[in-house]
């Protein structure tokens, strides 16, 4: 199989800060995503 690269944009809502959105991908969504078979690789959202 290809590796793809896939970027994703996400339009936080009002009261959503960058800081939120960063703690809760780190603590919660890199760990769920990493933990699956069909994912090699998701890194940390950058700036």
Known sequence: M??????VF???KEHVTDSDYLQ???ESDLPTVNSLESVKSYQK???
Do not use: D, G, Q, V
């Open 2 to 7: 290809n590796e793809k690269t896939l970027i």
């Open 10 to 12: 996400f339009n936080l």
């Open 24 to 26: 809760w991908a780190k």
């Open 45 to 47: 959202p950058s700036r």
